[in-house]
């Protein structure tokens, strides 16, 4: 089945400065990425997907890219500010088949005011 | 505005209790998930369901089982807890047949085994 490492699992940057978490996955037929964002006692929200027939997705401070032949993909934050700290999650899946994802282990990204 | 809920935010049961946590959505979503999430280990899938007394595996099903009766309820059951099950459990839905569908998570159960 598949695996979805992420890393780092923790990171810190200060306020403005930009963050960027990356996860590979193991089966090529995967089609489907997205990102979940969880705040401390909240539930997890999806924040921004893509899928593999773009190399790119942006959505105001928030980017996700995709590398197929590598198989990984990336969330970058510009311009963090302390309502970004969270918990975030990578998964992957196909559109079709299995109808669940797989999620990776979670980076917890601490904005420094 | 998708709601899901869960029956209880904090649950504290005994070695070898029977355990159930309950699960209800109101949007009418066909699929509906069991997750358990640990420190560094992310969200593991315990069972998911895609209709009504269907169910399949997901990726840490031992020890667990579950039941779908009516669409909006899923509930997931630890016949003898056990202290390796303590841990915070969130169920998902989402609207249609594939995994692509947005899933919207309720708000947690922590359970804690002693």
């Known amino acids: 089945g598949e695996n979805v490492e992420q890393h780092p699992s923790t990171l810190s940057v200060q306020e403005g400065d930009s963050a960027v978490i990356k996860c590979t996955y193991s089966?090529?037929?995967?089609?489907?990425f997205p990102w979940y964002k969880q705040e401390l006692g909240k539930r997890p929200q999806l924040i921004i997907d893509?899928?593999?027939?773009?190399g790119e997705k942006k959505d105001q401070r928030i980017a996700v890219t995709l590398n197929k032949t590598a198989k990984h993909f990336s969330l970058h934050i510009t311009e963090t500010q302390p309502e970004d700290s969270a918990v975030y999650f990578c998964?992957?899946?196909?559109?079709?088949?299995?109808?669940?994802?797989?999620f990776g282990s979670g980076t917890r990204l601490q904005v420094q005011p | 505005d998708v709601k899901v809920t869960q029956s209880s935010r904090y649950l504290v049961k005994r070695t070898g209790e029977k355990v159930f946590l309950e699960c209800v959505q109101d949007?009418?979503?066909?699929?509906m998930f069991w997750y358990r999430q640990d420190p560094g280990l992310g969200l593991r899938l315990i069972y998911f369901?895609?209709?009504?007394?269907?169910?399949e595996k997901g990726d840490i099903p031992e020890g667990y089982s579950v039941s779908r009766e009516k669409k909006e309820r899923f509930s997931l059951i630890l016949e003898s807890a056990s202290t390796n099950q303590t841990s915070m459990y969130l169920c998902?839905?989402?609207?249609?047949?594939?995994?692509?569908?947005?899933?919207?998570f309720g708000p947690g159960t922590r359970l804690t085994v002693l």
């Open positions: 893509i899928r593999s027939n773009v």
């Open positions: 998964a992957a899946s196909m559109d079709t088949g299995r109808r669940a994802l797989t």
């Open positions: 089966d090529s037929a995967s089609n489907y």
């Open positions: 998902a839905s989402s609207s249609g047949g594939r995994a692509t569908d947005t899933q919207y």
């Open positions: 949007m009418d979503h066909e699929n």
């Open positions: 369901s895609y209709d009504v007394k269907m169910k």
